[in-house]
Each structure stands twice: as C-alpha cells, then as structure tokens.
T-cell receptor
C-alpha cells in the first residue's frame, strides 16, 4: 500500500524567511503524481503545487518550490519569503493514475511576524 | 469557472439518523471524490465516482454510500449515524480522476 509520511507535525518560520516541509512516500510504482495542498484555518483546501514523477525538473510556483528525489521517495516543499498568509496546515499527497489520492498527516506551519 | 460547492455547510444530527451531503464539481470535471477529515484520523478517503460509476472505495462501513448523477453532481449518504461520524466531509473534483483535485469548502457534520 502506498503511504505518505510527514515527519514534522509543526513547523515555525519568521516572516520573510524560508522554510522547508518534508514528505516521504512509499511506492513501487514509477508513474504517479505528487501534490502539496494548503488548508488555512477554517478555510478551503487549495492546491499549492504538483509534480509528475516522470518529470525530473522540480516544480515551482512563485514562492513555492519542491525538491523531488524520486529514488529517495522524497518530496519536500520550500516556501521562500514566507508571508503571514502562508500559515496553514500543509498536506503532502500521492496519487497513482485512476487510484485514490493518499494524504500525509499534515504539517502545521506558523508564521511569526 | 465556479469552484466546487458543497451543501449544506453545517449539519447537526442525532445518533441513528441519516444524512445526505451534496457536492457540485467544477464544470467539466467528471471525477468526484469524498473524504472524511477528523483531528485524530486526518484525511481519509471514502470513495470516488467517475461518470456515474464508483471507481474506488476506501475502508468505511457500508453505512457510507454515494452516487453520482449524469451532470457529475454527487451525493453521499450516511445512515444510522454514530458519534464517531462527526467530521468535516470534503468533496473534491478533478477532470479525469488521475490528476490534481480541487476541493470544496466541506460540510461540517456534528452527531449528538
């Protein structure tokens, strides 16, 4: 079974600094998708960034980038120039084609002004 | 494009009752998935529907059921509610089901 592990239940970062959230996953497949989702307090879950496993280039979306290490089955999220609005629960997710998405337990990110 | 919508947003029921939650996906999306989110168990997959057929199912008892209509709207039903069913129920839609999902705001169900 595919599992997703987020080893950091909580993280804290100073505004304008950089923070990296960790995610590892377990799979025997070679073609899959990885995602980071953000869930602000009492608000909707939104997609932050996606990565297709067959692509070697790491995905980036403005201040958000990933470090995808396929052999190590690692998929970390780097947030640069952290803003107060980045405070949220961040979920790492894995999805095989046509199979349900698996989520990690989440990392709660606090941004200090 | 309008996002994923879920109704109702909040629901209070008592044990033994039945509840139906509704989800309207993003226009053009054919896949709808349902998740249960609780502080203790995190996000747990309930089921996925694609073109009116259940394609995947999580490890939930038969009290949890769902369906999808021809316009891709989906409903999930929970019968004989238990206290442990109190949770945020999230619906997510995707274009074909093998890529990213877009989530609705959720329905907060409280079982007393």
């Amino acid at each position: 079974a595919q599992t997703v592990t987020q080893s950091q239940p909580e993280m804290s970062v100073q505004e304008a600094e950089t923070v990296t959230l960790s995610c590892t996953y377990d799979t025997s497949e070679s073609d899959y998708y990885l995602f980071w989702y953000k869930q602000p307090p009492s608000r909707q879950m939104i997609l932050v960034i996606r990565q297709e496993a067959y692509k070697q280039q790491n995905a980036t979306e403005n201040r958000f980038s990933v470090n995808f290490q396929k052999a190590a089955k690692s998929f970390s999220l780097k947030i640069s120039d952290s803003q107060l609005g980045d405070a949220a629960m961040y979920f790492c997710a894995y999805r095989l084609r046509m199979v349900d998405m698996r989520f990690g337990a989440g990392t709660r990110l606090t941004v200090k002004p | 494009k309008a996002g994923v919508t879920q109704t109702p947003r909040y629901l209070i029921k008592t044990r033994g009752q039945q509840v139906t939650l509704s989800c309207s996906p993003i226009s053009g999306h054919r896949s709808v998935s349902w998740y249960q989110q609780t502080p203790g168990q995190g996000l747990q997959f309930l089921f996925e529907y694609f073109s009116e057929t259940q394609r995947n199912k999580g490890n939930f008892p038969g009290r949890f059921s769902g369906r999808q209509f021809s316009n891709s709207r989906s409903e999930m039903n929970v019968s004989t509610l238990e206290l442990g069913d109190s949770a945020l129920y999230l619906c997510a839609s995707s274009l074909t089901g093998d890529n990213e999902q877009f989530f609705g705001p959720g329905t907060r169900l409280t079982v007393l």
